[in-house]
């Protein structure tokens, strides 16, 4: 049973425009949320974090937006550029442990 | 540092066969995780370390699978028997503690990308 869901498993988007992740959890007691990046042969590399206290949290061009509420956070990439182009995967973290989505392709276009 | 490194970065066996999966973690760090990624269930964490002693072994597929920490620059994890439904990329990963309860970002390293036939 997926406990953080990533239902859009790609996402094409134009160079320059706004990419939007979406991610979905189940449990309530989740209390930190990350999105990590993976490049092909490559391991995940950290992006962004967010605290459940928090409903948004920026990086420069990368936004973690969370709705506790909906169990829903997005990640919102502005401007979008072509290295951005991998597979994104978000993460909730009951304590120690993180719990991860099966990821979304996005691919950038230039 | 040189990031957490795995070996070897490709293996391909027959099934039945016992595969060994190495891991170093970056130097420091007191947890260590090993994941599993396939398309299907994203990645999926198998069990992780806190000073080398397994603390959550609840995703370990099935008693085929077992992981190890012998010290704290090192770990194994070890499929006997393989099967081609084991056929996945596996990860290690490491962190620092946190004093919120969290976990601080975890670094993986490059991935085993296994082959069962």
């Known amino acids: 049973d997926q406990q953080v869901k990533q239902n859009s498993p790609s996402l094409s988007v134009q160079e320059g425009r706004i990419s939007i992740l979406n991610c979905d959890y189940t449990n309530s007691m989740f209390d930190y949320f990350l999105w990590y990046k993976k490049y092909p042969a490559e391991g995940p590399t950290f992006l962004i974090s967010i605290s459940s206290i928090k409903d948004k949290n920026e990086d420069g061009r990368f936004t973690v937006f969370l709705n506790k509420s909906a169990k829903h956070l997005s990640l919102h990439i502005v401007p979008s550029q072509p290295g951005d182009s991998a597979v994104y995967f978000c993460?909730?973290?009951?304590?120690?442990?993180?719990?991860f989505g099966t990821g979304s392709r996005l691919k950038v276009l230039a | 540092d040189a990031g957490v490194i795995q070996s070897p970065r490709h293996e391909v066996t027959e099934m039945g066969q016992e595969v060994t999966l190495r891991c170093k973690p970056i130097s420091g760090h007191d947890y260590l995780f090993w994941y599993r990624q396939t398309m299907m269930r994203g990645l999926e964490l198998l069990i992780y370390f806190n000073n080398n002693v397994p603390i959550d072994d609840s995703g370990m597929p099935e008693d085929r699978f077992s992981a190890k920490m012998p010290n704290a620059s090192f770990s194994t994890l070890k499929i006997q028997p393989s099967e081609p439904r084991d056929s996945a990329v596996y990860f290690c990963?490491?962190?620092?503690?946190?004093?919120?309860?969290?976990?601080?970002?975890?670094?993986f390293g490059p991935g085993t990308r296994l082959t069962v036939t």
């Open positions: 993460a909730a973290s009951p304590s120690y442990k993180y719990i």
């Open positions: 990963a490491s962190s620092l503690p946190s004093d919120r309860g969290h976990s601080y970002e975890q670094y």
